[in-house]
């Protein structure tokens, strides 16, 4: 009787362990989503002011550009991606979205954009200006378009 009662227990042992083999299996297969940088929110953008606000205000108020973004003398980026990591694959990148901040020679703000991308394409998701002129917007537009135009062979230069 013993011999039996063995038996059925590692038959039972092994229903729990491939029980639990399948639930890694699954989780193993299981899309993980990650951010990376960081973007003002619109409460944080509508603190500062076109107009008014200069660098050291914005700092205070926002902070600067981590290093993901970018700083020059035309403007702030803050750059924010989204990636999803699937099981064994090459992350992959599906969300995007870039905030510029511009400046006029004086240092005070001159234009607020939130910027995203959407099929392949550059789309303004918001903006407040005080001039007619934006400044940057073909660096945002090169930022942003670049995502999924590379072919190996060209880089490999072939």
Known sequence: MAGTTGLAWSGLAALRFAVAGLLLLAAACT????????????????????GKDTRETVTEKIGRPSAQGLLNDVGWFYVQSEFRHYGPLEPQEVKRQVVAINFTEGGVVSNIGRYGLQDGRVFEISRRVTATNIKGATFIGQLLGSIGRFNAGELLGE
């Open 31 to 50: 899309a993980v989503y990650r951010n990376h940088g960081y973007v003002p929110t619109d409460e944080e953008l509508a603190a500062v002011e076109v």
